[in-house]
């Protein structure tokens, strides 16, 4: 059975071509990858809001999910970097509130 999931390729070079054709070279490297990571798909996120306003990345936030995978790898890129919880969700744009509810959930999971 075949998991369905979005060509992120497809709608984020959709996107740049109509919306953001000044920054196609900014996002050219991740976009050229065989195959593209969540962390590939939040870095396409931050280069593209950029300069975006703010009300509009409030309302962005709100239509965000994670999945399992993305959870572990947003978790490991804290480890790596010896970010605490602030920051983390700071540099994910996450709530504190979010960060620790993930870390109880994978937590129980184990």
């Not at 075949?2 to 919306?19: C, G, S």
């Not at 999910?65 to 804290?78: S, T």
Request: with cysteine.
């Amino acid at each position: 059975m075949m998991k369905n999931t979005p060509d992120y390729k497809k709608i984020y070079r959709d996107m740049i071509a109509l919306k953001y054709p000044d920054k196609a070279s900014l996002c050219k490297p991740i976009l050229n990858k065989s195959q593209i990571q969540i962390m590939d798909i939040i870095r396409l996120d931050e280069i593209l809001s950029e300069n975006t306003d703010t009300e509009q990345i409030r309302n962005n936030q709100k239509l965000k999910a994670y999945d399992l995978k993305a959870i572990r790898d947003i978790l490991q890129f804290q480890k790596e970097y010896g970010y605490n919880n602030r920051q983390l969700a700071t540099h994910f744009r996450l709530s504190r509130n979010t960060v620790t509810r993930w870390k109880k959930m994978l937590e129980n999971k184990s």
